[in-house]
């Protein structure tokens, strides 16, 4: 599990090269990669399905579908219990009159999360489902969201509409648009595989440095990502937004090279050495087939579904 959070946001960032198609190489294109990685065995990697720790692997994946897909249901009756996630309208109130941006309708909290003010999760745990309670709760102080609230005491009226409950496999499936609680089974098994692959296989690498001028380029790559994400998401200007919050690129980019580039390079480079050592083709139809307006992005996926499969069929699945 040590990569497992790495190894899914690089399937989105990740650079890689496209070949069969006249185009030129992203990444790497100088650069060869025996002088930079050692990589151990990547063929027959054996996979115990029965194990523990496999299991994790699995619950990460059915539980990344959860969160990604809404795969929640509404329970109509019983009480809150902690960690549940409860669907609620809530008006705050200061010596009896409300205050701004403490009124919100059919809002979701997970009880225990610490999202919202001390004590008020707490006293939401034993209220039933269509309940209305008066929770009593101070802002702590100092409070940065609202100074002016920092300290003081308020009474939210809150009434839980209902528990939301993940789904099983057997009630997500159709949603996930399989015909069968097995098919649907059996992909969260296959997805859960190739990232223990994965997983096994950068772990064993060795890198004795990282291609300065790759490393430059993929965190250029993974700054345009986010700015696109804000542009798309928010309609942010992430520049501007940086320069208002007192940073700037040159500093936001500092972070990415020290925080994300490491681990996605070293991704990178194993992926790059198996799909060059195994002579592995990737078209340009192939990188066109993924859903993603992105080209880089969409070669990540593209680069990352061929070395997978091709992994998962010379695996040992037991």
């Known amino acids: 599990m040590k990569r497992i959070t790495a190894i899914l946001l690089t399937t989105v960032l990740m650079m890689t090269l496209l070949t069969g198609c006249g185009k ?19 063929l027959g990697i054996v996979v115990d399905t029965n194990s523990d720790e496999y299991a994790d692997y699995y619950n990460e994946i059915f539980s990344l579908d959860i969160e990604d897909y809404g795969l929640y249901k509404e329970v109509n009756e019983g009480t809150v219990a902690d960690g549940d996630i409860v669907n609620l309208d809530y008006e705050g109130k ?15 909290l997970e009880i225990g999360s ?20 008066d929770v009593t709760a101070t802002f702590p102080d100092p409070y940065t969201n609202n100074p002016d609230l920092a300290g003081k005491e308020a009474i939210f009226t809150c009434k839980i509409n209902y528990i ?14 399989f015909d069968t609680a097995e098919d649907y089974i059996a992909d969260i098994n ?30 250029d790559a993974i700054f345009e990502f986010y700015v696109d994400a804000y542009k798309t998401s928010y309609d942010v200007d992430l520049e501007e937004l940086l320069v208002a919050n007192g940073s700037s690129v040159d500093e936001y980019k500092s972070q990415i090279s020290s925080q994300m580039v490491p681990s996605m390079m070293e991704t990178n480079m194993v992926m790059y050495y198996i799909l060059d050592a195994e002579g592995l083709e990737l078209l340009e139809s192939t990188v066109e087939s993924q859903d993603v307006e992105q080209e880089v992005i969409a070669e990540s996926y593209a680069v990352q579904d061929i070395v997978l499969e091709y992994l998962y069929d010379n695996a040992e699945i037991k």
Do not use: H, Q, W
Request: net charge negative; charged share 35%.
């Open 94 to 108: 200061l010596d009896g009159v409300a205050f701004e941006g403490g009124t919100a309708t059919g809002a979701d």
């Open 24 to 42: 030129n190489r992203l990444l790497y294109s100088k650069a060869k990669l025996e002088n930079y990685v050692e990589v151990g065995e990547y």
């Open 164 to 177: 939301k409950k993940a789904m099983t496999e057997e009630e997500a499936y159709s949603e996930m648009d």
């Open 114 to 133: 610490g999202t919202f003010i001390d004590d008020f999760e707490e006293e939401l745990i034993g209220v039933a489902v269509g309940e209305t309670k």
């Open 190 to 219: 296959e997805r859960a595989v190739k990232t223990y692959i994965l997983d096994t296989v950068c772990e064993a690498a060795k890198f004795t440095d990282y291609p300065a001028e790759d490393s430059e380029k993929l965190c």
